[in-house]
């Protein structure tokens, strides 16, 4: 009887492999070139003592601590050491969020499409599409992880070694492992795709927010939010496999808890039912925008908390930054060049500014899945009756579209807002919110010109649409890595994020706002006008 819950898995597996080839190499390509890259500079960039040093003193900060990690190193330092310091987390993350796309993909999504019930129609196990999702996630860390060692055993940085060379693949691939097999439960769980998505993501941003805490308040404690456990094998310094372990004991738990789930829940559904819906629709439902915020309301609500947590916690460290930066050689020597107040305002303004780029780039996303569900359930029947009646596709196009302007607008709010008001909270002499608010000025307009390149994908490419996930990518890897890899300006300016000035430490640069605001206006109105002329998107 077991064997039978899993017969015909090795087909489903090649099957799941044969489908996903080129998101898996994608994904797996661009981990390992970032990787294996940043490598082969980092022995330039930090190759002599003084730039170590300097570097040394710049992680120790507390918005470097906040987003990389505490620095381990010790005197001598070897570039390896700070390349570890500086690539962990922000690999775990990418290695993360690739898993919760294959899971999602060879789950849920397969059982919102009917795959799954064709699949079980034939001679196949009932649990063999978990299992082969399972093994399909498997092997690609496995083959992720091995090709990132060697990767750094090629890129060689001064003062690797390949005990860390190893742990630095192998750990990234245990991490992200770790994260598929919560996607898995969560699957079990979820009424659907998209909330499986969704909560998934939550959970990523939720660790990493708690990491980020009690790295800079509470060090001690970061073993205990899981996502520090990625930062605590120490690559190059300490070498410590125990987190590693502790990571493939919670897949194994994880494993455990889901394949009896999955055994119980009804084909198409979740554990946790979805609610009941009305007898009859509300007054208010009275047209497409209604019907959409309707939809979209549990989605945006728990954005727009999110973000504002997400600012909140970062401005919690706010309160931290003058005895942190007391501390640190550097910035030590810049307050007591200047008043205290006036240096720890500056140092939090420059932070205030790195944070509110991210959150720039974390607001898209909500943005751009709001425009892409147009193809998605137009595609998937959803709207033929919308089509049906006297609604003119310029306008069900333009209702997306402003919903999504609306949701990255106020996410953008909220982060900077929850940013500012726990942030002065927590410091002595608190700063004007108005000056913080400036930051959300100098962003806005690129968060606008993302919305409309999806709208414009959207509209003349549907089929390409998803090629927009590249822009908020690349954005987050530029704005992160330029400044500590010593990128050139025009790198940053790939991305509409990276046109922005520093901002709120200066003043907006309304020149700037001007053109990017109008270029997403005019990228808007091609956007409906290709979506009007072209034919719908039938599943």
């Known amino acids: 009887m077991r064997s039978a819950s899993f017969a015909n898995v090795g087909q489903l597996l090649r099957i799941n492999l044969h489908d996903d080839w080129l998101k898996i190499t994608l994904w797996v390509v661009g981990l390992v070139a970032v990787i ?57 993350m990418f290695s993360a969020m690739m898993n919760i796309h294959i899971a999602v993909g060879a789950t849920r999504a397969q059982e919102d499409r009917g795959t799954v019930e064709l699949v079980l129609s034939r001679s196949t196990g009932r649990q063999s599409p978990l299992l082969a999702a399972i093994l399909e996630l498997a092997a690609v860390n496995l083959i992720a992880g091995v090709l990132e060692s060697l990767g750094l055993m090629a890129a060689s940085v001064p003062g690797s070694d390949a005990s860390g060379d190893w742990l630095f693949g192998l750990s990234l691939a245990a991490f992200g492992m770790m994260f598929g097999t919560f996607t898995l439960l969560i699957a079990q769980l979820a009424s659907n795709a998209r909330g499986t ?33 990625i930062e605590l094998t120490k690559p190059y310094v300490g070498n410590d496999w125990m987190p590693v372990l502790w990571m493939a004991a919670v897949c194994v738990l994880m494993l455990l808890v889901t394949v009896p789930l999955a055994s119980v829940k009804d084909l198409g559904a979740g554990l946790i039912p979805a609610r009941a819906g009305r007898g009859a629709a509300s007054m208010l439902l009275r047209g497409p925008m209604s019907l959409l915020v309707r939809l979209e309301r549990v989605s945006a609500v728990i954005w727009i908390l999110g973000m504002f947590v997400l600012g909140a916690s970062y401005g919690s460290i706010f309160g931290t930054v003058g005895d942190l930066a007391s501390s640190s050689g550097v910035l030590g020597n810049f307050l007591a060049g200047t008043s205290k107040a006036a240096g720890i305002h500056a140092i939090v303004l420059s932070l205030s500014g790195t944070l509110t780029s991210i959150f720039a780039v974390v607001v898209s996303i909500p943005a751009i899945l709001v425009i892409l569900r147009l193809n998605a359930d137009e595609g998937k029947g959803y709207l033929e009756m919308l089509h049906a009646k006297r609604l003119s596709r310029r306008h069900l196009s333009l209702v997306f579209l402003i919903f999504a ?38 962003f806005w307009p690129a968060v606008m010109v993302v919305c409309a390149m999806a709208a414009l994908l959207s509209g003349c490419a549907p089929r390409f649409q998803k090629v927009i996930w590249i822009v908020p990518v690349y954005g987050f890897m530029s704005l992160y890595l330029a400044d500590l890899m010593n990128l050139p300006k025009w790198t940053r300016r790939l991305s509409p994020y990276g046109w922005v000035n520093s901002v709120p430490a200066g003043t907006v640069d309304w020149a700037t706002f001007s053109w990017m605001t109008g270029l997403s206006l005019v990228l808007c109105v091609i956007a409906i006008e290709c979506y009007r002329r072209r034919d719908l998107v039938l599943g």
């Open 36 to 92: 294996a890259a940043a490598a082969a500079k980092f022995g330039d960039l930090y190759g002599t003592e003084a730039a170590m040093k300097a570097i040394v003193e710049t992680l120790r900060t507390p918005s470097m601590v906040a987003m990389f990690g505490p620095f381990f190193g010790t005197e001598p330092y070897r570039s390896a050491m700070i390349y570890g310091s500086e690539m962990t987390v922000f690999m775990g």
């Open 197 to 229: 998505t969704m909560v998934s993501y939550l959970l990523l941003a939720a660790l990493y927010v708690l990491r980020m805490v009690t790295d800079v308040q509470r060090p001690q404690w970061t073993r205990w939010t899981v996502y520090g456990w």
């Open 405 to 442: 302007a609306f949701i990255g607008t106020v996410c953008l709010a909220a982060a900077v807002l929850g940013l500012g008001l726990v942030g002065n909270q927590a410091m002595d002499q608190p700063i004007a919110l108005s000056t913080y608010m400036r930051g959300f000025l100098g």
